[in-house]
């Protein structure tokens, strides 16, 4: 039987995402703030792996424009919390000891199992689904639903449940035993033990409510008693054994299949509703395999959102490349939001490639091959390989496994060297990245690359006009002006006026 799928147009499974990428991009903190309440759907794979086909892009935002709509999220949060629950009843029924308590839990979950999947397919009959993958599911679900296989489970599940809820029996206790017989009418003794008690009762006394363990399985005695039941009534309980032989593995793949991918969209929904709720815009970006004339609208680190408080606010920020353009190189003061700028690029063009809203008010980007990153390193001194070396290793590897559908974000790369030093190296990885036409981010505090090529776009991190010591995080496109490297330098040596004012104070 091939399942249809709500992730992918086609039944492929894409090349996992370079850890060192997502760890630069602090995309693995997102990710794992994301799936941490759901380990059982193991969804880490569908987050690492980034599509690459425009096609199988636009099928997963349909999907997920679809599930975002009110009423259908509202539905499938609680087709995934009845199925929550059948996952939590089989894991209990794996660890029952007496027989017939674990036939008994398996027909409830039998009869708990086949309501939700009656319930999902008459609100996804009633609901608007525009997406082909939604209404693929919806298809094969009709016919699953209508299958002699399921209407057999649902008529067996109703029929035997009925007739063990037609059960009498009289528990007869004596002291040091006990014994079971048919119910012959006999007197039911629990009015008039709650009209002894009745006068303890004091209607003004204050309530206390609290939850009390619930426990599924049984202790010996229950187990003995319901030996002697079924000893008494064998025929319910043969038509439950019948139905545990003929529907023991009643659970579908295909609806198991569907209630995971499930999970990948709720999931990251649910993380950036308050996000939204806080004010911060999210859109579903238009893509391309080959244009490269790309923007992105108020853009913001999503990993840097997610960390702050409801009345904190990120700035955000924007760009845009034209023809030529290819590089943005970014210049400014230090700490003025340079490094989270090219973070936030490189996060828009992956999660972009997941299909999922991302996180800007509008968008159309490039689809990437793959996204490699470098970022500053500590030195190891297993590796024997100073800060240069190391930083020439890596950038030797991207330029090397680059292509021209390829995002690269370069972020303070040969800062360990001389300036000029620094330069020339920049220059010569800059030429192999524009001969490969790779859109990116290099972020230096080198000026002299912004005007190096004009597929080249400067933009500078901006400070308060009024007191240059204040950096305000905006990022807009214009010349360098030369200034970013002296004031580094100066605040790299504690030469800045204050800091020269403070010395010759004392």
Known sequence: MNCPSILYEKEESPQEASSESLHDLRLDRVFDRIIASRERHNLKPFFLSPLKSG????????????????????????????????DRLNR????????????????????????????????????????EGLRNFRDFLRGHVNSEEFRSLVRESKEVKKSLSEIRYSLVIEPGKFSVKKFEGEEN??????????????????????????????NHIEAAILDFVVKLYPEPF?????????????????????????QFYLSYFEFIVPLRD??????????????KNTYANDMFDIALAMNLGKREKVVTNSFYLNDPERIIIVTGPNQGGKTTFARTFGQ????????????????????????????????ELQSL??????????????????????????????????????????????DKILKKDCIG????????LTRYSDKIVSMVAQVDPVDPSVRTFKIIRKPSNGLAYAVSIAEKYNLTYEKIKERVIR
């Open 441 to 448: 981010v290099w972020v230096t505090f080198a000026d002299e």
């Open 385 to 430: 390989r100073s800060k240069l070396e190391d930083d020439l290793v890596r950038a030797k590897d991207i330029v090397e496994k680059a292509t021209e559908r390829s995002v690269v974000v370069m972020n303070e790369v040969f800062s360990s060297a001389a300036l000029l030093d620094m330069i020339e190296l920049s220059k010569k990885i800059l």
């Open 278 to 291: 806080s004010g911060f815009p999210f859109c579903y970006p238009k893509v391309s395999e080959i244009d």
């Open 55 to 86: 096609s199988e892009i636009n099928f997963r935002q349909d999907v997920a424009k679809d599930i975002e709509k009110e009423e259908i999220f509202g539905f499938l949060k609680d087709f995934s919390k009845r199925m929550e629950r059948v």
């Open 238 to 262: 043969e038509k439950l054994d019948e139905f545990i032989k003929k529907h023991d593995n009643f659970l579908n793949r295909c609806v198991l299949k569907f209630e995971r991918e499930l």
């Open 189 to 218: 003794y629990a009015p008039t033990v709650e009209e002894v008690f009745s006068k303890f009762k004091d209607s003004e006394c204050n309530q206390y409510e609290f939850e009390i363990t619930e426990s599924h399985g049984m």
């Open 348 to 379: 828009l063009h992956y999660l972009a490639s997941l299909g999922l809203p991302i996180p800007a008010s509008s968008a159309k980007l490039l689809i990437p091959d793959e996204i490699f990153t470098h970022f500053e390193r500590q030195e």
């Open 92 to 131: 209990m029924i794996e660890k029952l000891d007496y027989e017939y308590n674990k036939k008994g839990w398996i027909l409830e979950n039998a009869i708990l199992y086949s309501e939700s999947v009656e319930n999902l397919l008459n609100d996804l009959e009633n609901s608007n689904i525009e997406s």
